[in-house]
């Protein structure tokens, strides 16, 4: 059979029934139900890393609804032949994903939760049949599927459905709720002192989860997911019996990311294991509990790209997914004082922090520690030591793409900081030849942004690029076009006059001079001027720039 993967797909059937290439994680199931007495169960990660893929294999597994064998078989669990008699499709299921529970008010998150919970209901429409159901029960069905449920009914609507499930089929319901902080993050997010988003929904949220969690005779276990692990008295107040699973947990870790060996085997299966380097470099590098794992949306969008277009080289498909602004959340607060940790990690080392469990969302900017809890929990970064326990533990940027996202997002920050007198000092020396001023102008951009002690010519070009951008004047950046084209052209055209600058970076201050001349000369050569003055440019001035690390030199040509 041809390999092909789902790119964007979460749902188990579809997976399996389409012939999409499957990580086996079936033995989740076993070691979750079979291994663990929990009644309510948090799993926490990183957006992208199967966790909705996995809460579908389970309803598959267990929807006493479905006949699901065909679409197991094959699978690791199969093997566990008295389990599946005991489980597979024996008991009723709710499986609920709050993704889409937001808005920009809390009126329209509230109108998209009952339209969640409207939605939810249209599948389980066949339990109003039922001679079992009430009178009562029916008519707050109905209230639901219709989305006129008000407050309270949305807060015990979860309890109530599981409610009806049990009297229409006798049995204890496993309820799966997925995203479960998506709409206390967009709350969040929105909450002002005159509007009180977040406790709001934070409101509505804690009374769905109270309900059907806490002391609930219908319910034989739950399984609940998200990204950050938040405290427990913040949503799962009294919830008896309740696990969670993060980042830092070695139990069930290898379930949530690709292992090493099974994108070998991927490799293998697509005809593709000469790529393996590259996807381990770009991909790889997350250490949950004491499990290597690479993101598996990483992974499946580039193997589904590399079997188009064998020569394509790695891009960010995670960052295109995820909220940076986290960040930046770390670079504009100054009484951190993390521009010295993000150095050391954007140039490939470890910084060791306490970690906290304990989080809200209203507080998660509210200390160093709360960020960095919140970076690791979310991706940005891992754990250094796989072997280390407890709450202090070494970090690092897991791999290239992430290094990538941390260096954007710096460049971001920069450009949103820059002093524009000092840009204006930085220009006056570029149009009258002063060497020796420019010099120090760039060396003191880079001295107040974060900057690497061993990165590409890429990045000073960006860097410098940077600098030039939103100060009246037209700057071209073609890096990216090819041959031919130099670094950064910055046009003045009311004055008719225009820059042209190549970057070098120097790997010894010793080599800056050399390397200035070599830019000069790459101008030169290549002619980068030519043509300017027949479109009426009176003044041109060509400059060669190095850098070491932090400091900057400046020639003219």
Request: glycine share 6%.
């Amino acid at each position: 059979m041809e390999f092909t993967v789902g790119v964007g797909k979460s749902d188990f059937e579809e997976i399996r029934t389409k012939g999409n290439y499957y990580v086996d994680k079936t033995e989740f199931i076993y070691g979750l139900a079979q291994n663990t007495d929990n009644k309510v169960t948090l799993f926490t990660r990183p957006l992208r890393f199967g966790k909705t893929l996995t809460m579908s294999m389970l309803a598959n597994f267990f929807d006493i609804r479905k006949d699901s064998r065909a679409i197991f078989e094959g699978l690791d669990i199969i093997r566990h032949e008295d389990f599946c008699r005991e489980w597979m499709n024996q008991r009723p299921v709710i499986f609920l994903s709050l993704k889409d529970a937001e808005g920009e008010s809390f009126e329209d998150a509230f109108k998209m939760l009952r339209t969640t919970l409207a939605n939810l209901c249209k599948g389980l429409t066949g339990i109003q049949a039922s001679p079992s159901l009430n009178l009562a029960d029916k008519e707050l069905f109905n209230r639901l599927m219709f989305k006129t449920a008000d407050i309270d009914d949305v807060k015990d609507s979860l309890k109530s459905l599981m409610r009806m499930l049990y009297a229409a089929y006798g049995r204890k319901v496993i309820l799966l709720i997925d995203e479960y902080d998506v709409p206390l993050a967009r709350a969040r997010e929105k909450n002002t002192s005159e509007n009180h988003f977040y406790d709001r929904m934070l409101d509505v949220i804690r009374g769905m989860m109270s309900s059907s969690l806490k002391d609930n005779e219908f319910l034989e276990f739950a399984v609940v997911t998200g990204c950050l692990r938040v405290a427990k008295e913040s949503i799962f107040t009294g919830t008896n019996n309740f696990t969670s699973y993060s980042v830092l947990d070695r139990r069930f870790s290898e379930y949530f990311g690709f292992t090493e060996e099974e994108v070998d085997k991927m490799l293998g299966a697509a005809n593709l294991k000469g790529a393996s380097d590259v996807i381990r470099q770009w991909y790889d590098g997350y250490v949950f509990g004491t499990s290597h794992v690479y993101c598996p949306w990483d992974v499946i969008s580039f193997l589904s790209d590399l079997k188009s277009f064998p020569d394509l080289f790695p891009k960010n498909y995670w960052g295109n997914t995820s909220h940076n602004g986290i960040l930046l959340s770390f670079v504009k607060r100054p009484e951190f004082k993390v521009k010295g940790k993000f150095e050391t990690l954007m140039n490939g080392g470890t910084v060791t922090q306490t970690i906290s469990d304990g989080l809200t969302y209203d507080t998660l900017t509210a200390s160093e520690d709360n960020l960095w809890s919140v970076l690791l929990m979310t991706g940005y970064v891992t754990k250094a030591d796989p072997a280390e326990l407890g709450n202090t533990v070494s970090l690092r940027i897991p791999n290239r793409e992430v290094a990538a996202i941390f260096q954007e997002a710096v460049a971001r920050f920069f450009m949103d900081t820059v002093d524009r007198s000092a840009q204006d000092i930085l220009m006056d020396a570029l149009w009258n030849g002063d060497e020796a001023t420019a010099s120090k102008a760039v060396s003191d951009f880079l001295w107040k942004t974060i900057s690497y002690n061993d990165y590409h010519e890429d990045y000073y070009h960006a860097f410098l690029a940077g600098v030039f951008t939103g100060i009246g004047y037209e700057v071209e950046s073609n890096k990216e076009k090819g041959l031919g084209r130099p670094d950064i052209l910055l046009k003045d055209d009311d004055n008719r006059r225009a820059l042209i600058i190549e970057t070098k970076r120097s790997a010894k201050e010793s080599e800056m001079e050399e390397d200035c001349k070599t830019a000069i000369a790459q101008i030169s050569q290549m002619k980068y001027a030519d043509g300017l003055s027949d479109y009426g440019y009176n003044q041109v001035r060509c400059y060669g720039v190095a850098f070491f690390r932090k400091k900057a030199l400046v020639r003219l040509g």
